[in-house]
């Protein structure tokens, strides 16, 4: 396991592009699959669990190459064209993946397994088995509703309005993915809006999908057997990827850097609204639309931060971005509140309890609540950083790992972390794109 110390960094400069978009790449891998005809990818996300995702779909019965240019071709047979899987959806670390695909299976007339690693064999996915249950679908589910996990799809299924009793993009999706091979019409209500790029994909790609209001809250709407037609897709750089770069910027002093083609979603972009809210310096420069989806070049300058009360409301749109925002607290003035994260628990790790623990190894003032952390900021001193011989514990989760490089950055000691591995599963070029960032 390659264990790695991450010190203080001179400024970071110079220009940087991310990966793409890792919920997009999932999703135009999936779509082209069932679109009728060739679709072409560019920018899509080389890390494992997208991989994850395109082993998956060649089970099922989709031919997809990447070409020597970086462009994926996915040739299609149509919704309702997928294949049996001869063995079992090897799922990896990839939590979207398999409830995007449960989704996706359970309206077609087979059986399939899904199987993945340690860590993903640890989280719950009864919340997308409940719905699925309800459109005919059936399950044998490890202890606790996790992987391995067998279903048996439903033919023909049955539509549904479901009610989302969490805000969740991936049950959101499943159901709606559900209701593509489903006759009629399948709804989902959403009390709360969580990412949309399965509703601006599924239209892109030809579906009919209807977004409203009911009481206040959304109601998006799937017409069924849907015909996907091929389209190009253009994968915009991955927010949660950028955030890392951010926050490392804001953190170094002296540091400058600009980040191109930056996915600017609304219901993703949460994370710049949080930093600019503690007073961080990101410009948005080159706005304009891809692909149905927002894009920006984001210009980013060391700022002195201030602790800030986080609104849960603004969970949502940033959850997968919380470990990296606890490292701008901590070097922020003041003190920074954040609630409403139960999500946080179930992920990868339970990133509440491991960010606490990591963080306080690292020389950080922590105070763990139930639903997220209370930080006390160092006002912008340097961290002390990890004691001699002790690593931060990242749990197999590339998130913890690369938030706590980027406390490293701004340590006087270094943060030494236990593995670097688990990083290639979102983020393959993180390293590299760090040191080219200090030597600019």
Sequence with gaps: MPAHTFQFSKPLTGTIRVPGDKSISHRALMFASLALGESTIEGLLEGEDVL???????????????????????????????????????MGNSGTSTRLLMGLLASNGFSATFTGDASLSGRPMNRVIEPLSQMGASFEASAGGTLPLMLRGALPAVPITYRLPVASAQVKSAVLLAGLNTPGITRVIEPVATRDHTERMLTGFGATVEIGEEDGERLISIHGEADLKPQHVEVPGDPSSAAFFMVAALIVPGSDITIENVGMNATRAGIVHALRQMGGSIEELNTREVGGEPVADLRVRHSALEGADIDPAMAPSMIDEFPVLFVAAVLAKGTTRTHGLEELRVKESDRISVMAKALTLAGARVEEEEDGLTIHGTGGEPLAGTPENAAVETRLDHRIAMSMAVAGLASRDGVSIDDTAPIATSFPTFLGLLETAAQA
């Design 52 to 90: 994850a995702t395109a082993a998956a779909m060649r089970q099922l019965g989709a031919q997809i190459e990447r070409g020597n240019d970086g462009t994926w071709r996915v040739y299609g047979a149509g919704v309702g064209s997928l294949l049996e899987p001869k063995r079992a959806l090897d």
